[in-house]
């Protein structure tokens, strides 16, 4: 069985570089292997997440350093 969300902290990881240098402090949806957006508030992020996809998990994180 795999980790709930573990492909998505990867692709945070793997982005986390350009994330800080573009949208530092913001709150990035992701899921899969899709960065769908990023968001002023965390509560923008929640938002958009159950719209476009639905009551399924999914991964926001604030955008800081690991």
Known sequence: MTEPL????????????????SHPGKYVLIKGQRIIGTYDKQYDAISEAYTRLGNVPFFIKRIVSL
Do not use: H, P, S, T
């Open 6 to 21: 573990l492909e998505e902290f990867r692709v945070f990881q793997q982005n986390v570089r350009e994330l800080l240098a």
